[in-house]
């Protein structure tokens, strides 16, 4: 094999290890966004229904339900329960019926 043909086969190799290494680094740290974008709106979602929860004092409702019904979908398919520490249900809602979520006694 000539001089010529091995720099070129070189040249392809350390082009494609280039490419594959920057590929591969644009991918996850893609991913690693989007992880930490889902998690910000999940924690955002779950201290503006903590909020409306706390300023409900008489213990209605009506406007956290309105909120989770009309809400545009920022989390879809989701679940939302209001759980007390003697584990009894104070709200729950699902955006597909038969699909909410119940906690056991140890989480």
């Not at 070189?10 to 280039?18: P, R, S």
């Not at 209001?82 to 909410?100: F, K, L, Q, T, W």
Request: with cysteine; glycine share 4%; net charge positive.
């Amino acid at each position: 094999m000539s001089i010529k043909y091995k720099i070129a086969l070189l040249f392809v190799a350390l082009v494609t290890l280039i490419v594959a290494i920057g590929s591969l680094s644009v991918y996850f740290f893609s991913v690693k966004e989007r992880q930490d974008t889902f998690r910000i709106r999940l924690k955002n979602r779950a201290l503006s229904t903590a909020r409306v929860y706390a300023g409900s004092d008489d213990g209605n409702l009506s406007m956290l339900r309105r909120m989770d019904t009309t809400a545009v979908s920022s989390l879809y398919e989701k679940c939302i329960s209001i759980v007390r520490d003697n584990n009894v249900s104070d709200y729950m809602y699902a955006e597909n019926p038969g699909d909410s979520l119940v906690l056991s006694k140890d989480v």
